[in-house]
């Protein structure tokens, strides 16, 4: 098979008349134009790959319980279910949180369905997702804010440490993880979600001041490192305050551990309205005037 592919190759190449002496004078626009080529031979080489030897393998049982996944999730949620969002999103929360596979929705939302705005990179920064995190704020107009670290954290392990031989991709977004080097501990993973909080609060301070936004800094302890339980949703900076004591007496965070109110009772045939101030901003939805109101 390799040998058909790089035959077919060797064809193409021949057919637009490339030697090896020619390639140094060669312009770049010729030179694009032999890269589309081999990309596509390429492609349509995994293709065969994929269909003949993944077919047989982990590939196939993990997309086959995906999908009956999916099917289960459709018997289990009918129509109904999708209507306050079909049509378009009215999130109550921007998520930034790590990719880890450990780390997910159904841990901080049992229902996140039109419900969390969800971004995920390593590392849950805001410096490599800027735009998913200010569509949130600006556009969805969601109060909250909550930035998500966890323990154990692959990309707090990596950037305390040397990570020179890394792809050049993986560098760019470890170069934004600012922690002590030779530290992967829990002390880092939260120094990096206060610093997360920070930039949010330079970023959205206009928001912040003005009660629009609340940012919340927490760490998933899927370990019990903070003694709190196994599964746990720790809240440690609340706008940028991260004394605990102080936190503790914060009006937000008072009545947390009650019961929340009913999952029907969060959707209604109304859609919510965004902020006024918030509406004002977002150019997608230009305002209509208002009769009888001076200074409109």
Request: hydrophobic residues 40%; contains cysteine; proline residues 4%.
């Amino acid at each position: 098979m390799k040998l058909s592919v790089w035959g077919a190759l060797f064809g193409l190449l021949c057919a637009v008349g490339v030697h090896a002496a020619d390639l140094s004078a060669m312009s770049d626009a010729e030179k694009e134009r032999i890269r589309v080529i081999v990309k596509e031979a390429i492609r349509e080489y995994a293709a065969t790959l994929n269909d003949k030897q993944q077919a047989t393998g982990a590939t196939k049982d993990v997309l086959r319980e995906i999908m009956q996944s999916n099917r289960d999730f459709m018997r289990k949620n009918g129509p109904a279910h999708f209507g306050h969002f079909a049509d378009s999103q009215h999130p109550r929360a921007t998520v930034i949180t790590c990719s880890d596979s450990r780390v997910h929705t159904h841990a901080i939302d049992a229902t996140p369905d039109g419900d969390l705005f969800m971004i995920r990179n390593i590392g849950n920064q805001i410096a490599t997702s800027e735009g998913s995190v200010e569509y949130g704020v600006h556009h969805l107009h969601t109060p909250l804010l909550l930035i998500v670290g966890h323990v154990g954290c692959g990309a707090i392990k990596a950037a305390s440490s040397d990570y020179s031989k890394e792809s050049p991709s993986i560098q760019r977004e470890l170069d934004t993880i600012q922690i002590p080097k030779g530290d992967s501990g829990l002390s880092s993973v939260k120094l990096n979600v206060n610093n997360q909080v920070r930039r949010a609060m330079d970023k959205f301070e206009q928001e912040v001041i003005g009660g629009r936004l609340t940012v919340i800094g927490a760490a998933y302890d899927f370990r019990n490192e903070m003694r709190q339980g196994m599964g746990r949703l720790n809240i440690f900076n609340v706008n940028g305050e991260t004394d605990a004591a102080k936190i503790a007496k914060l009006e937000l965070m008072q009545g947390l551990e009650a019961p929340a109110a009913k999952r029907a009772a969060r959707y209604s045939s109304v859609r919510r309205a965004p902020p006024a101030k918030a509406a004002e901003e977002d150019v997608a939805e230009p305002e209509k005037p208002v009769k009888h109101k001076e200074g409109h």
